[in-house]
């Protein structure tokens, strides 16, 4: 079982940004590998720590982690810090750390971070796209195969140091200013920051050597997802030229309307309509659910607005925490046009002692129906 973030950091849930990023700063420098070097524990501490700030400093991860926990970023998803190796801590996180590792945050042992600034290793963009899912798939979870266009590198392409930065990525720039001498550094524009420029590339590839291709990707989408919830495939963006990090693809989740359920969280409603011949005798009816059809009984005398609570035939929590019901909402259709010879049965049923209404302590009103939907 995953380790939960905010323990990591040593913070409890109503934590601020800043108290988020003052815990972060003080875990890296704890666990740097500069300052632990050959410590397999201390490094893996490291990556988790840049793995809960990843998340924990996102307001939108934040508040979906919150609601589900590590499940929300699972089924072949990193919760954006998950599978981060060295480089993707130092390119996103390299400025927390301060001087305290020679400026640049970083070290020799990984990706050409050197504390001296060494070359970058640049990251892809990534790609968005949505997928559309119906209840069925949300409840049993699925594997679907999206086909993606993305940016990869062209073969036979090559790159050789940036003249420039002379491959550092970064240009220094020394200015006076009445305070002194004070120096500065940026990324080089020559090269984006990569240290590497282009030596040669296809005809077809654009300016960083990169072509487009339509790819068929595989996404594992764990049951109990919701509307809007984002998942990621790590690795599946666009590629950077020089070898670098290839980005992520990013996908949206949205729901299909089904044609006769309604989702509310993890429970479903269903809407069961019935005669007052079934009402009055009983009967017995097949309904969809989100695993099949399923047959319930109708006791005789059934009321109008009853609910029939079938547990258990909801969606699943994507927390873990069991499944949802299917509420079923029994109405009673009242004829609207009789014949001559319905109209003169009911006109002497009017008065009868069996068609008046005697609500029973078991009938419950509107308002407690709705209360007990919610408990």
């Keep these: 079982m995953k380790q939960d973030y905010y323990e990591i950091l040593g913070l409890s849930k109503n934590a601020t940004t800043a108290e988020i990023k003052k815990a972060y700063r003080k875990k890296a420098i704890e666990y740097h590998p500069d300052k ?28 979906r982690y919150d ?22 801590i130092f390119s996103q996180f390299g400025d927390i750390f301060g001087g305290a590792f020679g400026g640049g945050g970083g070290f020799s042992g ?18 968005r796209i949505r997928v559309a899912l ?5 409840a049993n979870g699925v594997e679907k195969k999206i086909k993606v266009k993305r940016k990869i590198q062209a073969k036979d392409t090559t790159y050789k140091t940036c003249p420039t930065c002379h491959g550092s990525g970064q240009v220094t720039r020394v ?15 020559s090269c984006g920051g990569s240290g590497q420029t282009i030596e040669h590339k296809p005809a077809d590839a654009d300016a960083q050597g990169l072509i487009m291709k339509e790819e068929t990707v595989s996404i594992k ?4 997802v919701v509307e809007g919830m984002q998942l ?4 599946k963006g666009n590629e950077a030229p020089g070898n670098g990090v290839p980005g992520d693809l990013l996908v949206a989740i949205e729901e299909k309307e089904h044609p006769a359920l309604q989702r509310e969280g993890d429970n479903l409603h269903y809407d069961l309509y019935i005669s007052f011949s079934e009402a009055t005798l009983g009967t ?25 609570r079938l547990r258990g035939k909801g969606i699943p929590s994507i927390n873990g925490y069991g499944k949802g019901d299917l509420l079923v909402h029994v109405n009673v259709w009242t004829p609207k046009t009789l014949s001559r010879e319905q109209r003169e049965f009911f006109e002497r049923m009017a008065n009868d002692e069996h068609f008046q209404p005697k609500p029973e302590k078991s009938d419950k009103s509107f308002f407690e129906k709705v209360k007990d939907m919610f408990t």
């Design 36 to 63: 632990n070097p050959g410590d397999a524990k201390a490094e893996e501490m490291f990556k988790k720590a840049a793995e809960a700030y990843e998340v924990l400093s996102n307001e939108d991860k934040r508040a």
């Design 67 to 88: 609601r589900f926990g590590h499940q929300a970023f699972e089924g072949g998803f990193g919760g954006g810090g998950g599978g981060m190796n060295m480089d993707d």
């Design 110 to 127: 990984f990706g050409g971070f050197g504390g001296g600034g060494g070359q970058r290793r640049m990251k892809g963009s990534n790609l």
């Design 134 to 138: 119906t209840l069925e798939e949300i």
């Design 175 to 189: 200015t006076n200013t009445i305070l002194g001498r004070m120096q500065t550094a940026s990324p080089c524009t």
């Design 221 to 224: 989408i764990p049951a109990g």
């Design 232 to 235: 990621k495939v790590s690795g």
């Design 284 to 308: 017995s009816r097949e309904i969809d659910t989100v695993t099949g059809k399923v047959r319930i009984k109708i006791d005789e005398g059934v009321q109008s607005g009853k609910i029939l």
